[in-house]
């Protein structure tokens, strides 16, 4: 059985001619579905992908989670 597992996606995004950096933090089974639970998350808001970078996913530890939610359902 696969363990469910927390990733960090770190990136930028153009809109209006800003750069804005966003930090998500994900649970998956896989990386591929962090990213893209991510995407479309932040393509929810009328951003389009190609106006997405992305600059890091990393697995880390619920320990290492800022997010309340994600930190209390890992436990």
């Known amino acids: 059985m696969s363990e469910i597992k927390i990733y960090r996606i ?3 995004y153009y809109k209006n ?3 804005y950096l966003f ?3 994900e649970r998956a089974l896989k990386r591929e ?3 893209e639970k991510a995407l479309s998350q932040i ?3 009328g951003i389009l992908r190609r106006q997405i970078k992305i600059q890091e996913i990393k ?3 619920p320990e290492e989670a ?3 939610l994600i930190r209390e359902l890992s436990q």
């Open 33 to 35: 579905d962090a990213l």
């Open 17 to 19: 001619h800003k750069k």
């Open 59 to 61: 697995e880390i530890s």
């Open 43 to 45: 393509t929810s808001i």
């Open 66 to 68: 800022q997010d309340y």
């Open 10 to 12: 770190i990136g930028i």
């Open 23 to 25: 930090r998500k933090e």
